[in-house]
C-alpha cells in the first residue's frame, strides 16, 4: 500500500507527476506545499492504493524520483556489467520489514549465470541510499510547515519605544532579528540612562519622537521636548528575555545582537541628538527636559 499525489508541472507544457509515499501524513504535507506554491501545480487529492510488489525501483542518477525513499530500506543498486556509466544505475527500496528475505532474494538472484548485472554496495543499506528529487521536496515542504506553525516558527524580539514630555507623547513597537536573552537584557540595562532611557538614532533605533512629527501626530517642536526614548519595558524594572519575544517578522535594520554591543558601549550625546533634531537650546542644560 503506498498513498499517491499528483501534480502539473507548467514549465513542462502542463504534464503531470504522480508522487508515491509510504504514509499518508507525508503525502499531505506534500499536497499542501505544492498548492501553496504556485496554483499552477495543482496538486490531486490524496489517494490510497495497493502495491503490486513489496519492491520499490528507482533510477536515482534520475532527476526526478517519484517515490519518498525516506522511510525505506535500501536493497541494493545495480548497473550493467559493460556500463560505467552513473546514469544506468538502478536502486531498490522496501520496507524495512521486508529487508531482510528481499535482500537474500535479490542476493540470490545476481548469482545466476544469466543474470546480466553486477551488484553494487549490496552491504551498505539505507545510509547508503542515495537522495532523490522527491526527497528533497519533502524537506523543503517540512520547512515551509515549520515556518507555518507558530510554535515553531523562529522568535524574534519586540521593543516598545515610548517618548513621553509636557506637550506630547509617542510610542512605536519595532522587532529586532533574533530572540534576546537575559543576558543581552542585563547588558542593555547596565548602561540606560535611568535604567530605562536611551538615545534612540545613536544605536540605530527609530526615534518615536521624529517619527511622531513625520506622521503630523505632533504639529512640532517646543520647549518641552527633549532627545530620550524610553524602553516601555524597562519603566516598572528590567524585564525578562521571554517577555520580549515574539514571531512577527523583523522590522528594524539592527539584530538583537549589534544592538546589544551598541548600548553597551555607547557614551549618550544627548546635545549632538537635540542639534540634529532642531529642538530649542537651553541656556542651563539642567533645565532641559530629561537632562541631568
Known sequence: MYYSITFTIPRLQDHTRELRFQSRQRADLVRDYLASRDP???PSDVEQKEAHSNLIIV???SRFVDHDTSELAHVGTMVPLRSNDPMDERSWFCAPEHLD???QTFDDDLSMPTQAMAAKGLSKVLSEAKPTKINQIINRAT???SKQDPANRVANTRLSLKYSCGSAKSHMDVVLPGAITDQQI??????LIDGHQLVAPQVNLPSPLENAIDEGDIPGYDETDHPLT????WEDGTPSAIQLHTTDEPTANINVSDLTKLVST???DQLTEMDRLGLPDYEDLDDAPGMY
Open 40 to 42: 499552477r501545480y495543482n
Open 59 to 61: 533510477h536515482p542518477a
Open 143 to 145: 520547512n515551509w510547515a
Open 101 to 103: 528475505a528481499l535482500r
Open 266 to 268: 555607547t557614551v549618550w
Open 186 to 191: 542585563q547588558t542593555i540595562t547596565s548602561n
Open 230 to 233: 524610553n524602553l516601555a519595558d
